[in-house]
């Protein structure tokens, strides 16, 4: 017989498995469609469809892991499991902040003017570098994580002592790791958002002077500068309730550990939201079943 939290989080499954497959999904057919018409894909456009991918499986990978931390945990290899939960989940995160942070540096080169010299160059060399950077980050990203995993396996096979020593070189690692995968891409990003406000507040300037000047561009910056924001946010959120979730004695029998879970179960389709209602194309898409018919 279930309790009453554990068919919560079973209704939270049902619901958001097919919410954050269906959304991402359908980012991932507008881009391949268009790739399949012969049309190029833009530098943002190549990492929102990465980012429709990490999250498609990002959801994929969840649903698995919540329902078999709420119902599998009897199972002999129950730990390795768990282990390896915990590290496909810091790999997604450090992944999620990166390209949160190559989304917002195209936002900002494409719609902040003027830009910084320093910028200017990286705007013509953007569409050369954008996909062996995006594979060149996925490589990075996993060698980073592959520490963590492989020292917390081997403090559940030791001793005490050697798991106290091995915990604290864990510490350090995860510090290390926090630096590279989240403080770095937050850097960046926070740098684009202040560029792409700076760039906004001039737009508006020049508006009050000349009522006709730039009205889609003060949109497209207001669009970016929103979802710039709402991805860094949501990102920050889900490490907080990452790591609170793997530093914390588990146990699945209290509401804090069901709002844990249920707080990862929706972050896929709530990045989803961000980039559809953040770009026109994809919003387009989504707007067409909807249409009424004339």
Not at 74 to 85: G, I, R
Not at 193 to 202: A, D, G, W
Not at 244 to 254: A, Q
């Amino acid at each position: 017989m279930l309790s009453a939290l554990q068919l919560i989080r079973t209704v939270m499954l049902i619901v958001t498995w097919p919410c954050g497959t269906i959304l991402n999904s359908s980012i991932i057919a507008v881009y391949l469609s268009d790739w399949k018409k012969g049309v190029k894909l833009g530098e943002c456009d190549q990492i929102s469809l990465s980012m429709g991918c990490t999250n498609l499986l990002l959801q994929c990978f969840v649903t698995l892991g919540v329902a078999f931390l709420s119902y599998g945990l009897h199972l002999p290899f129950a730990s390795k499991v768990s282990l390896a939960v915990g590290a496909v989940l810091w790999f997604i995160v450090f992944l999620s902040f990166w390209l949160t942070a190559g989304l917002s540096v195209c936002y900002c080169l494409r719609l902040v003017n003027p830009l910084p010299k320093y910028f200017i160059q990286l705007k013509r060399r953007l569409s050369s570098i954008i996909t062996p950077l995006l594979l060149w980050s996925v490589a990075f990203l996993f060698i980073l994580t592959v520490p963590i995993n492989c020292m917390e396996g081997i403090a559940t096979d030791h001793n005490t002592t050697t798991n106290y020593n091995i915990s604290n070189t864990v510490a350090v690692y995860m510090i290390f790791d926090g630096i590279l995968g989240i403080g770095f891409p937050t850097l960046i990003t926070s740098i684009c958002i202040v560029l792409s406000l700076i760039s906004l507040l001039r737009h508006i300037r020049r508006m009050k002077q000349n009522t006709q000047f730039g009205s889609p561009q003060l949109k497209n910056l207001i669009g970016a500068c929103r979802t710039m924001f709402l991805l860094m946010a949501l990102n920050f959120i889900f490490f907080l309730v990452i790591l609170r979730m793997i530093l914390s004695p588990y146990n699945p029998e209290t509401i804090w550990q069901t709002v844990v879970f249920s707080c990862v179960m929706l972050t896929p389709s709530g990045q989803a939201i961000v980039l559809i209602f953040g770009n026109s194309k994809l919003l387009s898409a989504w707007s067409k079943p909807v249409a009424p018919q004339g």
